[in-house]
């Protein structure tokens, strides 16, 4: 088991910056990480993913040119700058399970581990 635990969600006004954080803990495995975030009504949606090795990353395209992913070593970071109204949603810190140090996950049924989610809203 695997325990992930976002922080960093909240309110913000469009064109605003966020930066969302995930920490995590248990068995000591390795593994590729990333966030996917779900809004009302909508399917999730794989925003951005970092190998475990953490050199390799994954970027949808609403993030390419906005969101920044990073991590060091179990701590995972994502910056988003430029927010818009289409960015409000529920984001999940994500891990899956690899003996690979370069790939990088691009769908949710790559996960196998979830933390409980944290949300962020953009709204003037």
């Known amino acids: 088991q695997v325990n992930l635990v976002e922080s960093g969600g909240g309110l913000v006004r469009p064109g605003s910056s966020l930066s969302l954080s995930c920490a995590a803990s248990?068995?000591?495995?390795?593994?590729?990480m990333g966030w996917v975030r779900q809004a009302p009504g909508k399917a999730r949606e794989v925003v951005a993913t970092?190998?475990?090795?953490?050199?390799n990353t994954y970027l949808s395209e609403s993030a390419k040119g906005r969101f920044t992913i990073s991590r060091d070593n179990a701590a995972m970071f994502l910056q988003m700058n430029d927010l818009k109204a289409e960015d409000t949603a529920i984001y999940y810190c994500?891990?899956?399970?690899?003996?690979?140090?370069?790939?990088?996950?691009?769908?949710?049924?790559?996960?196998?581990?979830w933390g409980q989610g944290t949300q962020v809203t953009v709204s003037s």
């Open positions: 248990g068995r000591t495995i390795t593994y590729a």
């Open positions: 970092i190998s475990w090795g953490g050199r």
């Open positions: 994500a891990a899956a399970p690899t003996s690979s140090g370069r790939w990088v996950p691009t769908i949710a049924a790559d996960f196998g581990f």
